[in-house]
């Protein structure tokens, strides 16, 4: 299959980290056979064509630049992943949809009033709300052009569908591929010492960083290690130091290829989110037989079984993840086990062979039925 991937967000040697669930996917089609083409926005800094890791991305400068790339490709069927208003790849995929069958992805933010979730603080919540208003409307109406529409976790299907007030009837949902062979336990069992937890997420508001470095307030039996960049860099250090966090924090991007080896020199996963619609970093760190301690919100209960994979716990609950994580670390053979379990449990629901079959089948049927309906059209 031919396959054109429409994204606003995409990995690039200066972001290796950006978006990378997209990348992963898009190494799994490849790795398959099939012939696919990255389309995303330009960007100044950016060539206009380039490659990632072997996976091939145009950056044309304009909407006729790239509509004529997509006909020279003369794809199959046109993925577009976050359709959002007025971005780059919903103005273009508009353009193509009367052309090519198109299949959304929903990943979260874009069906979401994010003034609920966990993305703003002040008055910027209060702001959001009629942006959001405004953008629902807009998904709606995209979405009902769409040839199909897949929703990473059961949860995410429903609140989009009563956001917007509609159901697709071509709507499924598949969850975030692990490739569960890349995100693979350590072969040498670590030894008995004091267990680390590693939080590798986005220095955001929504993933609740700072209720976890409250949670290890000068705790003497374990350490956390978050890793990543974002915007509140600078808050989240003045946090640690303030509350005597045993908490190190480490601000840089990396690779996806890169992240199975930085999960295997820790124990466990912490996942303090505000809102999650999957957990893809928390699954991979499953897949890699590190149990986790995350909050019961979003999608994530999908995902992780309390007391068998990791342990669940309420949102905005310093004291609750706090007490899990000493729970979790008192008893390093039943740590251990609930790893192996969330291993197992990740390679049942999230094994990158089974989804990504389950996503090229979607494509495929998109692309069959297009083709059905342009003949009995003509």
């Known amino acids: 299959m031919r396959i054109i991937i429409l994204t606003d967000c995409y990995p690039s040697i200066q972001r290796p980290d950006a978006c990378a669930f997209i990348h992963a996917r898009t190494q799994l089609y490849v790795k398959l056979g099939h012939h696919v083409l990255v389309i995303s926005r330009p960007r100044p800094e950016l060539k206009t064509q380039d490659s990632f890791e072997g996976i091939s991305i145009l950056r044309p400068v304009s909407l006729n630049a790239a509509y004529a ?42 069906t979401m009033y994010t003034a609920f979730f966990g993305y703003h603080h002040g008055l910027s919540r209060l702001l959001s709300v009629p942006h959001d208003w405004f953008k629902l409307r807009y998904l709606k109406s995209f979405l009902e052009q769409s040839s199909s529409v897949v929703f990473v976790s059961n949860w995410i299907k429903g609140l989009a569908e009563r956001s917007m007030r509609y159901h697709n009837p071509h709507s499924i949902v598949i969850a975030n591929p692990v490739d569960t062979e890349l995100f693979s336990p350590t072969s040498t069992p670590p030894p008995n010492q004091q267990l680390r937890g590693i939080a590798l997420r986005s220095l955001g508001p929504k993933y609740g960083l700072d209720i976890a470095i409250r949670a290890y307030n000068a705790l003497e039996q374990t350490r956390l290690t978050i890793i990543g960049t974002g915007p509140l860099e600078q808050e989240l250090r003045s946090l640690i130091r303030r509350t005597n ?133 003509q």
């Open 69 to 110: 790339a997509v006909q020279q490709f003369a794809p199959d069927v046109i993925a577009i992943h976050f359709p959002y208003r007025r971005t780059y790849a919903t103005q273009l995929a508009i353009q193509l949809r009367d052309h090519y069958p198109l299949v959304s992805w929903i990943h979260g933010y874009e």
């Open 245 to 377: 966090s045993q908490t190190t924090l480490q601000a840089r991007g990396f690779p996806h290829s890169e992240v199975p080896s930085i999960l295997r020199q820790y124990d466990y996963f912490v996942a303090p989110s505000r809102n999650e619609t999957q957990g893809l970093a928390m699954c991979e760190a499953m897949s890699c037989g590190l149990p986790v301690i995350a909050t019961n919100v979003g999608g994530i209960p999908e995902f992780v079984r309390d007391g068998i994979d990791g342990y669940l716990v309420p949102p905005e609950n310093p004291q609750a993840l706090r007490e899990a994580v000493l729970k979790l670390v008192s008893d390093q053979e039943h740590c251990r086990q609930m790893g192996q379990n969330a291993r197992q449990h990740m390679i049942e629901l999230c094994d990158g062979r089974r989804v990504i079959q389950q996503e090229l089948d979607v494509l495929a049927q998109a692309a069959a039925h297009f083709q059905q309906q342009k003949i009995c059209q």
